[in-house]
């Protein structure tokens, strides 16, 4: 298809475990973020990339958490050292930026839902 | 620091009826407001955006209002339809379309 993906789509994991959470954006998209959505918590920002740099990651809310994006395509986000606090759903989206404006939508990917035992 | 505010955090209605649906946000320097439909286990779909010098936008029976100085968006649903059950969320750009959410309105329609 043509929209954002992300895997897995769920993850149960151990605390203290490191996961790993992938995003394959759409083609084409040069800007790629990552969203933190807790259990009746709004989203929170996390990382924002611009081609394959992260001018923004002042939402990543420990060292624990890490960001790559690699060929201005697929990003995966890193949590080392899981704990219970990181249980969420943690949300991808792509758009257009740079040369076309700040003005553009964006597209969002089903996300992974993350449960640390 | 940007804040968002949505208000009511739940609705019900009757099928049928137009309804409005609030967003607040505390800093007024926004590239854009952006309207979004959040469906249990999913992602959310973009249903409008609206950038900081306009006034309105309207997609079918949506139409989404910008007052950025009073720091105001409101969503306007005619003739809503149970496929409109959702959640509904608004979110403020700022630099690099960085998006600051609220924290949804939950809206039910009711045959």
């Known amino acids: 298809g043509a929209g954002v993906s992300q895997s897995p789509s769920n993850k149960v994991t151990e605390k203290g475990k490191d996961v790993e959470l992938r995003c394959d954006p759409i083609s084409g998209h040069t800007a790629l973020y990552w969203y933190r959505q807790r259990l009746g918590q709004g989203l929170e920002f996390l990382i924002y990339f611009q081609g394959n740099s992260a001018p923004d990651k002042s939402g990543l809310p420990s060292d624990r958490f890490s960001a790559e994006r690699t060929g201005e395509s697929v990003s995966t986000l890193t949590i080392q050292r899981t704990q219970q606090e990181d249980s969420a759903v943690y949300l991808c989206?792509?758009?257009?930026?740079?040369?076309?404006?700040?003005?553009?939508?964006?597209?969002f990917g089903d996300g992974t839902r993350l449960s640390i035992l | 620091k940007q804040e968002v505010t949505q208000i009511p955090a739940a609705l019900s209605v009757p099928e049928g009826e137009n309804l409005v649906l609030n967003c607040s946000f505390t800093?007024?320097?926004?590239?854009?407001l952006q309207w979004f439909r959040q469906d249990p286990g999913k992602g959310l779909t973009s249903l409008l955006l609206i950038q900081s010098s306009q006034r309105e936008q309207t997609s079918g029976r949506l139409n989404a209002s910008l007052d950025k100085s009073s720091g105001r968006s409101t969503l306007y649903i005619a003739a809503s339809q149970p496929g409109d059950s959702a959640t509904y969320l608004c979110?403020?750009?700022?630099?690099?379309?960085?998006?600051?959410f609220g924290t949804g309105t939950q809206l039910k329609v009711e045959l």
């Open positions: 979110a403020a750009a700022g630099g690099g379309n960085k998006l600051t």
């Open positions: 989206a792509s758009s257009l930026v740079g040369s076309f404006g700040p003005n553009q939508p964006q597209h």
């Open positions: 800093d007024s320097a926004i590239y854009n």
